[in-house]
């Protein structure tokens, strides 16, 4: 079974501070995707990587930046903390474009 | 772009009443469209699935069928449970070798025994 690892489940940040989110996979996907999710407004796809190093921007990619060293290990980093990014975070990958997504359990961040 | 656009919840249902959660889409090309459910305090999970057109996604008793036709991805059910009290999630992943995914806003389903 496909499993996708959430490093924290809760996270109380600063505005200001750079925060790191990061999520690994086990099932040697290439695609790895990066989500938050808030009320009403569904999921919005921050970035996506379907390679190593290789990155394109999603739908809301302002104030965010990735990181796809290794092929298990996707981050997102929020360069410079604000309010507007409190949210819920989810992480996903999958193999081929009609092969379904696997999902992290989220990090529910808050910014202060 | 690519859209999805779902029935707007909350949708609240008696044990063993039919459920119908509508699903349309606005895609270029042949996407593939899933409903995914999202249990409190969880990620999401594919319910299921469909690649092409006239395809039926079944699971745990859902089913949705691909309608090319008029763009649709209908979730239903026969008789519902408590247990499938969650968020459902419509959504479709573009032909790109990524599959880039745009999901829809989200229904809440509640059912009261």
């Known amino acids: 079974d496909v499993k996708v690892t959430q490093s924290s489940r809760y996270l109380v940040k600063r505005t200001g501070e750079k925060v790191f989110l990061e999520c690994v996979q086990d099932?040697?996907?290439?695609?790895m995707f990066w989500y938050r999710q808030d009320p009403g407004l569904g999921l919005r796809l921050i970035y996506f990587s379907y390679d190593v190093k290789m990155k394109e921007k999603g739908d809301i990619p302002e104030g965010y930046s990735v990181s796809r060293e290794k092929k298990e290990r996707f981050s997102l980093i929020l360069e410079s903390a604000s309010t507007n990014q409190t949210s819920m975070y989810l992480c996903a990958s999958r193999d081929r474009h009609n092969s379904p997504l696997h999902f992290g359990n989220g990090t529910r961040l808050t910014v202060t | 772009g690519n859209s999805v656009t779902q029935m707007e919840g909350p949708v609240t249902l008696s044990e063993e009443a039919f459920l119908t959660i509508n699903c349309t889409y606005t895609?270029?090309?042949?996407?593939?469209l899933f409903w995914y459910v999202q249990y409190p305090g969880e990620g999401l999970q594919l319910l299921l699935k469909?690649?092409?057109?006239?395809d039926k996604g079944s699971n745990k008793g859902f089913e949705a069928t691909y309608r090319k036709e008029t763009t649709s991805f209908h979730l239903e059910k026969g008789s519902v449970q408590v247990s499938d009290s969650a968020v459902y999630f419509c959504?479709?992943?573009?032909?790109?070798?990524?599959?880039?995914?745009?999901f829809g806003d989200g229904t809440t389903l509640t059912v009261k025994p």
């Open positions: 099932m040697d996907h290439e695609n």
């Open positions: 959504a479709l992943s573009d032909n790109t070798n990524a599959g880039k995914s745009t």
């Open positions: 469909a690649t092409k057109a006239d």
């Open positions: 895609a270029t090309g042949y996407p593939s």
